[in-house]
């Protein structure tokens, strides 16, 4: 599934929405260069938890906890890691056998260490926007697939200022207003 994102009010809403059919839970891999929009994402997702402050990233302290009223997520940026193995001394094992949502940046860091993801999203500077290419890697991963292209086209059929067309939707790019 593709999503096309034309400024960051458009990212921030497809990350809530993404936020809103994880339920909770999910291991997500966001990948992408400096400056291609993982953290502003991330924002998103956290709004759907009732987050409304700044979401910075964890580049130095490496991983963010939110607790959200019951809900925990974890926001961890891998950017500045050396070795894998860092993650097992700063609880990384913890972090990710909490029933949590858990978005990790720069997973390729912790390559060997990581399990598979639920989904992974890559980012990239598109010529207007963001154009982010969402691939399902478990059962879950393809749950949450399902109902994004769902919610996607019930919004479509719902609204004169539609954010998704049919034909969008048939040719896998979808554009996210």
Known sequence: MQVQLDNEEAQ??????LGQVLQGRGLIYLEG????????LTRGILRAYGHQGAVKSPTYTLIEPYELGSQRVYHL????LSDPEELEFIGGRDVLADEAVCIIEWPSRGKGWLPTPDLRLALAVAEQ??????????????????LLERQAHEVSQASATSKVSDDQLENGVIQWK
């Not at 260069?33 to 502003?40: D, H, S, V, Y």
């Not at 940026?77 to 500045?80: E, G, I, Q, T, V």
């Not at 154009?131 to 478990?138: F, P, V, W």
Request: charged content about 20%.
């Open 12 to 17: 921030v809403a497809f990350g809530e929405a």
């Open 33 to 40: 260069e400096l400056g291609a929009g993982k953290t502003t």
């Open 77 to 80: 940026d891998l950017y500045r």
């Open 129 to 146: 926007g963001r154009l982010i290419t969402l691939t399902a890697c478990s059962d879950l991963g393809a749950r949450i697939l399902s």
